[in-house]
């Protein structure tokens, strides 16, 4: 392993008998305390994620995969290749996914309203004299 060997031509680095050198890691355990730690910041920004954009539901009773159509597969599947690809294409399918969210929203906010004023009871016109 070329990797892990010491190149030739270069000192050691001397420090002094009475100075505490810093303790030396193997690579091979530094690879796996990396792994370690991307694997847990990994999980922490799912876990953000899925609380942020489901609403503190659990995740079965969010709309998943399994529920979409084929068409909105294809579709998701385009959006997130142009996303990918390049910043301005990032930059285009994120505006829309606001926008969506945002008229998506708005209905809602319009149906329950219309839900609320059906659900009232009419006046009624009989009054005592």
Not at 26 to 37: E, K, Q
Not at 42 to 61: A, C, D, S
Not at 103 to 109: L, N, Q
Request: glycine share 10%; no cysteine; charged share 20%.
């Amino acid at each position: 392993m070329a990797i892990f060997r010491k190149k030739p031509g270069k000192t050691p680095n001397t420090a002094a008998p009475d100075d505490n050198p810093a303790p030396v890691i193997p690579p091979i355990l530094g690879m796996v305390m990396a792994d370690a730690v991307l694997r847990a910041g990994q999980n922490l920004l799912q876990r953000g994620v899925e609380h942020g954009l489901l609403g503190g539901r659990p995740v079965k009773q969010a709309r998943s995969f399994r529920g979409s159509t084929v068409a909105e597969m294809v579709v998701g599947t385009i959006l997130t290749q142009v996303a990918r690809r390049s910043v301005p294409g990032a930059i285009l399918v994120t505006g829309g996914l606001i926008a969506k969210t945002l008229r998506d929203r708005r209905r809602a906010k319009a149906a329950a309203a219309a839900e609320a004023t059906a659900a009232k009871p009419a006046p009624s016109s009989d009054k005592p004299d």
